[in-house]
């Protein structure tokens, strides 16, 4: 049990955005955080990152609440690839893989040892970042870009990695090699969540799915139990049909719905 969040409130005033959150991840699994604008995903992930920190709830990481111990070890078991990265000027993507390394070093040591460094070329291979190792990070396309910071983040030998709208400035064909990418990552028992707003990328990675409405939890379970035209139109307000396809289930929107329903 990687991940555990019992009663999570939180938000960034004193009203609350996501509100008694309740919800268990088994290693290896790969849950998915939809839902439409403003209902608290991205806060939600935030509560998970320590980024904020709960009014109410806890967040449990092996048993161990995550926003009482120093962000150093929290760091050593759960890595977050935010949104939108602050670009370092000059820095290669090797240089920039090597701050994974940092929160497993001391704080006198500047120089990383040899496993550290093992460590880092094993992260830049499974990203496939090779022949790009010495190149500045501001030179890269956006994939390319996507790629290194998620070597950063698999170099922190995460048990946990937390992807905001990883997929979000990516075309298609970086969107599925990165997904792709991904999906080898957590059949090697590496657990996942991810914010996504693609129902149909959603619905052909995850193992579950939790929806959010309001800063809530709507419903959770597979794609198949939660992808259903009703709660489709409650959560979205969107009259959808359900298809089977060579990939598996897919979302076919059909029109907006008024937002009462």
């Known amino acids: ?27 290896g699994e790969w849950l998915s955080l939809v839902g439409a604008n403003g209902s ?3 806060t939600l992930l935030k509560l998970l990152s320590r980024i904020l920190s709960p009014q109410t709830g806890v967040v449990l990481l092996d048993g161990k ?33 090597s701050l994974g390394r940092t929160p497993h070093q001391p704080w006198w040591r500047w120089e990383l040892n040899v496993e550290d ?4 070329e094993n992260a830049i291979q499974k990203t496939q970042l090779e022949h790009l190792s ?28 937390l992807l905001d709208e990883p997929t979000t400035y990516l ?41 959010l409405k309001e800063g809530q939890l709507w419903e959770v379970g597979t794609p198949q139990q939660v992808l259903t035209p009703d709660n489709i139109a409650q959560v979205f307000s ?8 060579p990939v598996g289930l897919q979302v076919c929107a059909i029109s907006a719905l008024d937002s009462t329903v």
């Open 134 to 161: 010495d190149r500045a990070v501001e030179q890269l396309s956006g994939g390319e870009r996507q790629r290194a910071f998620l070597a950063l983040a698999l170099a922190q030998e995460p048990q946990v990695l």
């Open 65 to 97: 609440a995550i926003h009482t111990q120093p962000a150093n070890v929290v760091a050593q078991k759960l890595a977050l690839l935010p949104q939108q990265q602050t670009i370092p000027v000059g820095l290669s993507v090797r240089q920039l893989v």
């Open 238 to 245: 969107v009259e959808a049909t359900i298809m089977n396809t």
């Open 117 to 120: 460094k093992q460590k880092v």
């Open 171 to 211: 075309d298609i064909n970086y969107q599925l090699q990165l997904l792709e990418l991904l999906k080898a990552l957590n059949q090697q028992q590496l657990t996942i969540i991810t914010v996504l707003h693609e129902l149909n990328l959603a619905a052909r990675y995850s193992s579950r799915i939790a929806l």
């Open 1 to 27: 049990m990687p991940l555990s969040l019992q009663n999570l409130t939180g938000g960034y005033t004193a009203v609350p955005v996501v509100c008694n959150i309740n919800l268990t991840l088994q290693t």
């Open 40 to 42: 608290g995903k991205s």
